[in-house]
């Protein structure tokens, strides 16, 4: 089948199916006039170079899209009022002295196709047409409006580089490029969505990641055949290997620092037009328990926030399951007194503690789901009810009692010290399947939970890693280097083992801890 | 797609099977409708000898208040007793069920109480009930009620202002203080009842009658106190041990933690020392392979805690005077306990584990005979001490002012 599209010559599959009557078009102004007809955004002027009515070329390009003052001053007062362009006698000697230099331009191209042009016109380009000789000189002059590079708005940043990505490709790339100096950084571009036409990078250090992994990146990404990608679901839901689990096996970031040092362990980064937020494959659970911020602090204080992380995901996912469990099938477990003070605060509530815990569980979700779906301005007014109906009346009408409350929010605010949302949010919904066995069948329930979990997890491999590496693969290797604590820096000697990296050295300087 | 299914129909089941009778998972039951008993009381049978009376007592919570009056919060809680009497434990029981609006739950036993009169008839019926059910807890503490019934015992401490299961527990924690173990478990109770060779002793409580000298009404407040500990040989109650002697025992069973000794010095004034530390060490003497005697070697030091003498006390040949007469007080206890043991033939100072210990091929060939033979055989004590420190003041305290009188 013939191929729309060619961006390049080395035969990758394309996106694009060709479009019967774009098929034998030639390149005039007024064919392009016609295919970008009914878009008024679309300016197509008729110009005589230096005045010679006998040089007449097309000028297009699309309004908001462009720079005009460049466009002014670099292309079009040159190509009128040029002294050297005065003496040309044809189009083929004009494009001649473009390509050469007798325009103040770096970025131009000669298309003799008009697709190419028209692609090139869309992506924010100046397209000088030549009707006579059919062929085009495009100028990259984007020129359109973007935000400013801002600080983290998702990752919270206290020492460390506050930049962050924005929607742009090219700023992206940038601020990878001034983290990441060596040649080796390698950077390439393709287009995903038919319709959308959205370029996506596939970012990684020669010589440290494994060739694979970047060829089976390359393939997956090569393989999605999707009208838009206007949402990151567009790329991650098609890459991932285990498509039905609730854990991400991709790991986002929108901290150029934090993505530099995820090449420089040796995975594969992809950057998507349009997104401010980077992602990294392949992703293991260990590092959705690992803040970037970690990296920043003393070895020592960022060991006991990682595990006190690692404490908080396992209160998270069964705490209010065991408290279930503990009240209403195994109450001997409790101690005395603090039976007696369950007893006192459950007195007079009428619901069975499993409908106390899963309304409240459930009243939280609801809630935290109005905070983020409301304007900003009446936001307020959610936690307000939040904290007055579910926290105090609910306890003084008897509906609920206030151990409940607690345990309930202790549940949530451990689930909201993990690092990654996404990650956050697949305990969220585990921790219902928990608290529901729970309910059925006590702490019989829960442990059956628990392995289904750890089964679940443990048949996770994303991209040929583990997920649950280190602790789960390699025979046990790597389970020291941050994972449940934060080595110190000049510990970590080698990159992580599962990834198989080219080069495994990570670090070689001659470092003794009494210095 | 199966395996969401499955797993779909799985939760399906589980909740259709919930709440029915003969349900594949546990039961369930909210914990405000339990009532938890802390303490239980066995006795012989009051109406029929052969039955057993069983009193429990547990918290009864009253209903807290809610609104927002100044009053709100808990209200007073009172203890609930329940006696019933029946032929096996396990009937009365489920008698009690029909007694209280709430279920009677087993699992915070914390206190197992004795009557005297059925320890001697024979402990093993009256606790089998509570080793064997699965909800009890076998961790509980086990006393011997002395004087009295474990049902008026429950039921005449409870008047007071305290809540037994408090005070028991109170009375467990401070008991080292006076050299008495922390409480006994109905376990470790068990594996020493059950032992042929050797007798288990467990510790007893009783009633006192004490004067409040604080408020003007008469009626004196009855308490709890420690009493000694009570001997028990082939499962029934046989002699006991009162507070003055249970140090020697402690101290053959290694299990002294801090002691008070009270010695008159040379000058005839008190001084009161803390035994710190204490080895015991019991081993068979063999001659020619055979069983001569046992030697008890006890090693402790202590530290002097309290001087009455003006004069100095702190030098050397004072000193050993003192730890001379400490060595002796304990001599003379651990042989009075000896004593006992010998007249009664049980061995609860362990005599049998310890032999087994070092020698246990000769106690194969001897361990049948050990009835026989531990009556009469000859057991020597040695008592080494040292007085470890006598705290920052090396002097008396008021040496100086004698001094410059």
Same mark, same amino acid.
């Not at chain 1, 679309?42 to 230096?50: A, S």
């Not at chain 1, 460049?70 to 189009?91: F, G, I, M, R």
């Given at each position: ?19 019967? /009557? ?24 008729? &110009? ?75 992506? !924010?380009?100046?397209? &000088? ?100 990608? &206007?949402?990151?679901?567009?790329? /991650? ?37 349009? *997104? ?94 109005? !905070? *983020? ?143 | ?43 012989? =049978? ?21 609104? =927002? ?45 004795? =009557? ?30 002395? =004087? ?258």
């Amino acid at each position: 089948m013939l191929k729309f599209w060619k961006r390049n010559s080395k035969g990758k599959p394309y996106l694009y199916e060709e479009k019967p /009557e774009n098929k034998d078009v030639s390149l005039t102004g007024k064919n392009i006039s016609t295919l970008l007809s009914d878009s008024d955004d679309i300016i197509i002027r008729q &110009l005589y170079i230096n005045g010679n009515e006998e040089l007449a070329i097309t000028f297009c390009y699309v309004d908001g899209l462009i720079n005009k003052k460049t466009a002014s001053d670099d292309v079009l007062k040159p190509l009128l009022q040029e002294a050297a362009l005065s003496k040309v006698q044809d189009s083929r000697d004009i494009i001649n002295l473009i390509e050469h230099g007798s325009l103040y331009y770096t970025s131009q191209a000669t298309r003799d196709n008009i697709n190419d042009t028209i692609k090139d016109v869309l992506d !924010g380009s100046v397209a &000088l047409i030549f009707d006579d000789i059919k062929q085009a000189v495009t100028f990259d002059i984007k020129g359109f409006e973007k935000r400013t590079i801002q600080e983290t708005t998702g990752e919270n940043v206290i020492k460390g580089s506050k930049d962050a990505f924005i929607e742009v490709m090219s700023v992206n790339t940038s601020l990878v490029r001034r983290k990441i100096r060596t040649q080796n950084l390698k950077i390439k571009q393709m287009s995903i969505g038919q319709e959308t036409i959205t370029p996506v990078s596939v970012v990684y250090i020669d010589g440290i990641a494994n060739s694979n992994l970047v060829d089976e990146v390359n393939k997956r990404l090569q393989a999605i055949n999707i009208d838009g990608v &206007l949402r990151s679901s567009a790329i /991650e839901e098609f890459i991932v290997d285990n498509k039905l689990s609730a854990f991400p096996q991709v790991m986002y970031t929108e901290r150029p620092d934090n993505f530099c040092s995820n090449l420089l362990e040796g995975r594969v980064g992809i950057l998507i037009d349009g *997104l401010p937020v980077s992602y990294i494959v392949p992703g293991s659970l260990n590092q959705f328990l690992h803040a970037p911020e970690d990296y920043s602090s003393n070895f020592l204080v960022a060991s006991s926030i990682t595990f006190i992380r690692f404490v908080s995901v396992i209160t998270t996912l069964i705490l209010p399951g065991f408290y279930i469990s503990v009240t209403t099938f195994h109450q001997e477990m409790i101690p005395t007194e603090l039976a007696m003070s369950i007893i006192i605060s459950k007195e007079g509530v009428p619901l069975p503690t499993y409908i106390e815990i899963i309304i409240m569980l459930l009243a939280f979700e609801v809630l935290l789901e109005a !905070g *983020l779906r409301m304007p900003k301005p009446i936001g307020q007014a959610v936690s307000i009810v939040g904290a007055v109906v579910v926290g105090q009346s609910a306890v003084e009408a008897k509906l609920i009692s206030p151990v409940v409350v607690i345990v309930v929010s202790f549940t949530v605010i451990s689930g909201f010290s993990m690092p990654n949302q996404d990650f956050s949010n697949a305990l969220r919904l585990w921790r219902f399947i928990m608290t529901a066995l729970s309910s059925f069948a006590g702490l019989f329930g829960l442990s059956l939970g628990f392995i289904a979990l750890l089964l679940h997890l443990a048949s996770i491999e994303t991209f040929g890693v583990p997920y649950l590496s280190p602790f789960a693969a390699n025979e046990g290797d790597d389970i020291e280097v941050d994972s449940l604590f934060r080595m110190p820096v000049w510990l970590v000697k080698k990159r992580p083992r599962n990834l198989k990296t080219i080069n495994k050295v990570k670090e070689n300087s001659n470092v003794s801890k009494d210095k | 797609m199966k395996k969401v299914s499955l797993l779909v129909s799985f939760l399906i089941i589980g909740l259709l099977f919930n709440g029915c009778s003969m349900a594949l998972l546990p039961e369930r039951i909210e914990i405000n409708k339990l009532n938890l008993i802390r303490i239980v009381g066995i006795d012989k =049978g009051i109406k029929n000898p052969d039955d057993i009376c069983i009193t429990i007592l547990t918290k009864k919570i009253q209903q807290q208040q809610s609104g =927002g009056s100044e009053n709100s919060g808990q209200k007073a809680e009172q203890p609930l007793i329940l006696t019933n009497e029946a032929p096996t434990l396990m009937k009365a029981d489920r008698e009690f069920q029909t007694y209280s609006d709430k279920r009677m739950f087993w699992g915070h036993v914390e206190y197992l109480l004795v =009557g005297e009169e059925a320890a001697k008839e024979g402990i093993a019926k009256y606790i089998d009930y509570f080793v064997r059910d699965t909800s009890f807890r076998i961790k509980a503490n086990i006393y011997i009620i002395k =004087g009295t019934t474990a049902k008026d015992f429950i039921s005449q401490s409870s008047m007071g202002e305290y809540y037994l299961p408090d005070r028991l527990e109170a009375l467990n924690k401070n008991s080292k203080l006076l050299t008495g173990w922390q409480g006994l478990e109905l376990l470790e109770f068990l594996q020493w009842l059950n032992n042929k060779y050797s007798s288990a002793v467990a510790p007893a409580l009783c009633l006192k009658e004490i004067e409040n000298p604080i408020s003007e009404d008469d009626k004196p407040s009855i308490d709890v106190r420690l009493d000694g500990y009570v001997i028990f040989k082939n499962l029934k109650l046989v002699t006991e041990i009162n507070l003055k002697q249970e140090r020697g025992e402690n101290f053959l069973l290694n299990k002294v933690v801090t002691s008070a000794i009270q010695i008159t010095d040379p000058s005839g004034k008190m001084v009161a020392m803390d035994i710190i530390d204490n080895k015991t060490d019991t081993s068979p003497v063999i001659k020619n392979g055979k069983l001569k005697g046992m030697t008890v070697k006890v090693e402790f030091s202590s530290n002097i805690n309290e001087v009455h003498s003006t004069s100095d006390i702190f030098d050397e040949s004072t000193l050993k005077y003192l730890n001379d007469e400490q060595s002796k007080i304990i001599k003379n206890e651990i042989e009075a306990v000896i004593k006992i043991a010998k007249d009664n033939n049980a061995d609860f100072i362990d005599m049998a584990g310890s032999f087994e210990m070092k020698r246990p091929t000769m106690w194969k060939k001897i361990k049948d005979k050990w009835d026989d033979i531990f009556p009469t055989i000859p057991i020597s004590v040695e008592v080494k001490s040292k007085i470890n420190r006598t705290y920052d003041i090396i002097k008396p305290n008021s040496r100086f002012w004698e001094e410059h009188k």
